[in-house]
């Protein structure tokens, strides 16, 4: 039971590039969730995925996208990478309750 | 001004100790709390989670929920190395469209030194 598993662990990237960051749970929860967290800005929604099938806006959504594969797996894209989204990624599950649970995290670096 | 308010620190104490962390809301729709403690490179992993006004005790630690002054606490007793760590916390609405979204604070910075 591996709970949130998020690939890759560390990433770096020029500006330009594209990359797609993974996220996948075994905990049959419904939604899913994206984050980044950086110094002094705690932790701010990207987009979310209350159920299989939709996606909706976050805090932070600008140069991102998402994809909701099915009920266990949630990837977020960038499609042209930016030095402001270096960052560290957060995906996260809630089931029947508000609690989240968070993945281990990839740390991204754009040059 | 910000929906969460919770003071970035850095926080140091002694090993034994009593920790007071705190978080200030503006949102009265917030029914929901929890704190998560995030250790350095790390993912924030649930601590507490309480609905509405009172007390939750697990432990060494204590979560308070004062909803009438829009004000949360975390208490630490006989604080550990530990429980160095970020400690966050989360609040969220009940049902409608903010069901499941959580509002965080920036994190407070603890460090506990033998």
């Known amino acids: 039971n591996a709970g949130v598993t998020q690939t890759p662990k560390f990433q770096v990237l020029k500006t330009g590039q594209s990359m797609t960051l993974q996220c996948a749970q075994d905990m049959n929860h419904n939604s899913m969730y994206w984050y980044r967290q950086d110094p002094g800005m705690g932790l701010r929604l990207i987009y979310y995925s209350a159920s299989e099938g939709t996606t909706d806006k976050g805090e932070v959504p600008n140069g991102y996208n998402v994809s909701r594969l099915n009920k266990r797996e949630f990837s977020l894209r960038l499609e042209s990478a930016a030095p402001s989204q270096t960052s560290v990624y957060f995906c996260?599950?809630?089931?029947?309750?508000?609690?989240?649970?968070f993945g281990p995290g990839t740390r991204l670096t754009v040059l | 001004q910000k929906e969460v308010e919770q003071d970035p620190g850095p926080l140091s104490v002694p090993e034994g100790a009593i920790v007071s962390l705190n978080c200030t809301y503006s949102n009265s729709a917030f029914q929901y709390f929890m704190w998560y403690r995030q250790y350095s490179r790390k993912g924030p992993e649930l601590l507490m989670y309480t609905y509405s006004s009172g007390n939750k005790e697990d432990g060494r630690f204590t979560a308070q929920v004062d909803k009438s002054s829009k004000y949360i606490s975390l208490f630490i007793r006989d604080s550990q190395p530990s429980d160095s760590a970020t400690y966050l916390c989360a609040m969220s609405a009940a049902g409608g469209t903010s069901y499941g979204k959580l509002t965080f604070g920036q994190g407070t910075i603890l460090t506990v030194h033998p």
């Open positions: 996260a599950t809630s089931g029947v309750t508000d609690t989240q649970y």
